[in-house]
């Protein structure tokens, strides 16, 4: 059974830093895509940042030149720098990974979802 675990959320106040991990474990045969997603309150989810398997990313406008989305496929793990914090970005974070779960014929494809993380920007 695969299990992604975020950690790193927490209270920050305007223009300052936080950085979010999230790691995978289970049986996991290849990782495709990794993405940061967020849902503030009254919104729909959106996504803040992806990587692909090559490192090819894609951001948010919102966030673009504040966020950086990196990855370690060895070690299954995504973080998300987050610089510069706005108000805004208050939200509850999830991480997403869009992989092939087991090995052989029984090998599946599949979105897997962390439990979320809380990030809150004020004074």
């Known amino acids: 059974q695969v299990q992604l675990v975020e950690s790193g959320g927490g209270l920050v106040q305007p223009g300052g830093s936080l950085r979010l991990s999230c790691a995978a474990s289970?049986?996991?045969?290849?990782?495709?895509?990794m993405g940061w997603y967020r849902r503030a309150p009254g919104k729909q989810r959106e996504l803040v940042a992806g990587?692909?398997?090559?490192?090819?990313?894609d951001y948010a406008d919102s966030v673009k030149g504040r966020f950086t989305i990196s990855r370690d496929n060895a070690k299954k793990t995504v973080d998300l720098q987050m610089n510069n914090l706005k108000p805004e970005d208050t939200a509850v974070y999830y991480c997403?990974?869009?992989?092939?779960?087991?090995?052989?014929?029984?090998?599946?494809?599949?979105?897997?979802w962390g439990q979320g993380t809380q990030v809150t920007v004020s004074s």
């Open positions: 997403n990974y869009n992989l092939r779960a087991g090995v052989g014929s029984t090998s599946q494809i599949g979105n897997y």
């Open positions: 289970g049986s996991i045969f290849s990782i495709y895509f």
């Open positions: 990587i692909d398997f090559g490192g090819s990313t």
